[in-house]
Structure formats: C-alpha cells, structure tokens
C-alpha cells in the first residue's frame, strides 16, 4: 500500500527529542494494547509508520526509497496486528477518552 504523505502525518520527534534522552518512547506511538473499543487496523498502520519513520530517520522517503519505506510499514503493521490479536490479560480494558485525558493532563504538566 502507498501512503500519501502530508504535513499533518509528520513525526513531532526528532533525534535530539528530551523525552527520547531519558528513556521514554515517542510520543507519537501510542499503546495500542487493551482498549475498549479495540485497536483498529488504521491506528495500528499509523503507529508502524512512526516507527518506521523514526527508524530510518525519513519523515518522506525519496523515490528510491520508497519501496523499502512502504515494504517496512508494511511489514511492521502486520507484526504489531499479529501480536496485539495474540496477547492476552485479566485486566479490564482501559477506556480511550478517559486515557485521552490523563494523556492531556500530563502534556500540560510538560
């Protein structure tokens, strides 16, 4: 699948981003794991193409790249579906707006 890249999908994490010096991962990729309603294929793609982009340091591939770029995408989206469909918890599923909160609450904090 090609992506269409815009402005709105580029990564706010950079190489020298504070929170990755401490430890932390990038803001941009979410937990995806135990969530009512479940995770979609969309937010799972979304993730794997941060990741991808974080990886390979490319926000936009050039043309030669962008096969191996999209090969990635894909291949990391349907590891990430493989194993979020495969685990498993006794922990009741966490609800996504009242995550979408606390997540705010601890951006303003920053």
Do not use: W
């Not at 269409?4 to 941009?28: K, L, W």
């Not at 995408?73 to 498993?88: G, I, K, M, W």
């Amino acid at each position: 699948m090609r992506y269409t890249y815009t402005m709105r999908q580029r990564s706010s994490c950079s190489a020298v981003d504070s929170h990755e010096r401490e430890g932390h991962v990038c803001r941009n990729i979410r937990t995806l794991f135990n969530f009512e309603p479940p995770v979609t294929d969309e937010e799972i793609r979304s993730a794997a193409l941060q990741f991808v982009r974080k990886v390979s340091g490319f926000n936009l591939p050039s043309k030669a790249n962008e096969a191996a770029f999209d090969a990635a995408v894909d291949q990391v989206a349907s590891a990430s579906r493989t194993l979020l469909f495969s685990l498993e918890t006794n922990s009741p599923p966490k609800n996504r707006e009242q995550e979408a909160v606390k997540a705010r609450a601890r951006a303003a904090r920053r």
